[in-house]
Nanobody, 118 residues
Framework: QVQLVESGGGLVQAGGSLRLSCAVS????????MGWYRQAPGKQRELVAA???????NCADSVKGRFTISRDIAKNALYLQMNSLEPEDTAVYYC????????????WGQGTQVTVSS
């Protein structure tokens, strides 16, 4: 059974930092592309940052220079370090795993709320 469990969300003032974690079980971590997505009220879910199965990373223009995605294969964990947070970053953040050989195998966590106050 595949499980992705996010943690680390919360309420923070603008300019502050948070570190999100995603604990992953039930998959061979290195065979999956991993990503962080977010969804704000009334908006579509969007990709924030991703790391490929090979380890290369990319992130949305809106968070470049502020957010960093990383993974620990030994711990089956994915992280998102978020610095210089802005009220516009307020959203539910979701962890995602997509199998590198077949995108039908696509898994989501339950989400963690991040709220940035001005």
């Amino acid at each position: 059974q595949v499980q992705l469990v996010e943690s680390g969300g919360g309420l923070v003032q603008a300019g502050g930092s948070l570190r999100l974690s995603c604990a992953v079980s039930g998959i061979t971590f290195s065979n999956y592309a991993m990503g962080w997505y977010r969804q704000a009220p009334g908006k579509q879910r969007e990709l924030v940052a991703a790391v490929s199965s090979g380890g290369s990373t990319n992130c949305a223009d809106s968070v470049k220079g502020r957010f960093t995605i990383s993974r620990d294969i030994a711990k089956n964990a994915l992280y998102l370090q978020m610095n210089s947070l802005e009220p516009e970053d307020t959203a539910v953040y979701y962890c995602n795993a997509r199998y590198r050989y077949n995108s039908m195998y696509n898994y989501w966590g339950q989400g963690t709320q991040v709220t940035v106050s001005s």
